[in-house]
C-alpha cells in the first residue's frame, strides 16, 4: 500500500503558474505508475497527466499539452505537476493516484485502473 498526500492547489489568475507535488508514503516507489486526475463539477474525471513508475514515459491530456508538465523524484518518494499558462477551465480537484505495476515502463491512462488515491488539492483559475 501507498498513502497519497497532494499539496500546492491555490487560488491563481488566469495565465499564471502551480506546482502540485503528490508526497507518498513507504520505499520502493518505483514500483508505482503515477497520475495526476482532476474533477470539476458537471464534468467528467480526466488523466491530465501520467508518468510510469522509471519516469521514462510520460502521457498528457489533449487539453493540457504544452502547459503542463509530471515529473518524479523516486529518492523523495514524490510526483510533481508544473501547471503553466493556467486557464479558468483548469479549475478543478486535482487527485494524486498511482497504480501498482511491477512494470515500470507502464503509463497508466485510464483513471478505473489506479488503486490509490489521495485527497486532492484544489485549484482555481480567475479570468
Known amino acids: 500500500q501507498v498513502q497519497l498526500v497532494e499539496s500546492g492547489g491555490g487560488l491563481v489568475q488566469a495565465g499564471d503558474s502551480l506546482r502540485l507535488s503528490c508526497a507518498a508514503s513507504g520505499r520502493a516507489f518505483s514500483i508505482y505508475a503515477m497520475g495526476w486526475i482532476r474533477q470539476a463539477p458537471g464534468k467528467e474525471r480526466e488523466v491530465v497527466a501520467a508518468?510510469?513508475?522509471?519516469?521514462?514515459?510520460?502521457y498528457y491530456g489533449d487539453s493540457v499539452k504544452g502547459r503542463f508538465i509530471i515529473s518524479r523524484d523516486n529518492a523523495k518518494n514524490t510526483v510533481y505537476l508544473q501547471m503553466n499558462s493556467l486557464k479558468p477551465e483548469d479549475t478543478a480537484v486535482y487527485y494524486c493516484a498511482a497504480q501498482y505495476t511491477r512494470d515500470e515502463t507502464l503509463v497508466q491512462v485510464f483513471s478505473t485502473q489506479y488503486d490509490y488515491w489521495g485527497q486532492g488539492t484544489q485549484v482555481t483559475v480567475s479570468s
Open positions: 508518468i510510469s513508475g522509471s519516469g521514462g514515459r510520460t
